[in-house]
């Protein structure tokens, strides 16, 4: 599959935002603990307000006892190919600041940052990184102990690249890195309305 050939910046951008995207197709093989750290590594340098650092990750690593809790979180859609992923993550968001306790507007914005920065190091290192929001919430913080001081933000499957081939059909089809809005459709200099303000206006 060429990226190059499906995904065409408009402008000129760093290829590691180009070849990220997230396939489904993995190998099954586990990835180990000591493979999944330096997605965290490059998740805890994210940017966030206060330095609060509201994000928090918690990981199954496929063959342990935790795997099968978080695998059975997932709808019957996702369990079909993420069945063959080496690790899950739930990624969580701690809503209040630390330092006074008040609500924090960004945290799950920040937390996004986070989970960006993991994503784009897990691509770096080779592996497929796939979030997901399908997936049972309220079930997940039942199982897994989490506070309402707590949002759960999404699922993410790890795993190392598998064949497109070994796919259900249905998402065989799909198997193809999506395209992007132009840039026009999506940054606007000054207002949101499409007549241009007259600044001079007394």
């Known amino acids: 599959m060429n990226i190059k050939e499906l995904r065409k910046p408009e402008f000129p ?3 590691i935002f180009i070849y990220r995207w997230s396939p489904r197709a993995m190998s ?4 180990s603990k000591g493979e999944l750290m330096p997605l965290f590594e490059a998740a805890k340098w994210a940017p966030s307000s206060y330095n609060n650092q509201p994000w928090r990750f918690l990981y199954a690593i496929k063959d342990t006892v935790y795997w099968k809790i978080f695998f059975d979180l997932l709808t019957d859609f ?3 190919w993420v069945k063959n992923a080496g690790a899950l993550i739930l ?3 701690k809503k209040n600041f630390e330092f006074n306790n008040k609500p924090s507007v960004t945290h799950r914005f920040d937390t996004g940052s986070a989970f960006e920065n993991l994503m784009l190091q897990g691509n770096l290192l080779g592996y497929v990184v796939h979030a997901m929001e399908g997936f049972d919430y309220n079930k997940a913080r039942k199982e897994l102990n989490i506070s309402d001081n707590y ?9 190392k690249p598998g064949k497109k081939g070994d796919l259900p059909d249905e998402l065989n089809k799909q198997e193809s890195p999506s395209q992007r809005k132009k840039i026009n459709e999506i940054a606007f200099e000054g ?8 600044v001079n206006k007394s």
Do not use: H, R, T, Y
């Not at 099954?28 to 990835?31: M, P």
């Not at 207002?191 to 007259?198: G, R």
């Open 13 to 15: 951008v760093d290829s």
């Open 28 to 31: 099954g093989e586990v990835i």
């Open 78 to 80: 996702n369990k079909q």
């Open 91 to 93: 990624v969580l968001s």
């Open 151 to 159: 949002d759960i933000e999404c699922m993410v499957a790890v795993g």
């Open 191 to 198: 207002s949101m309305n499409a007549e241009v303000p007259n």
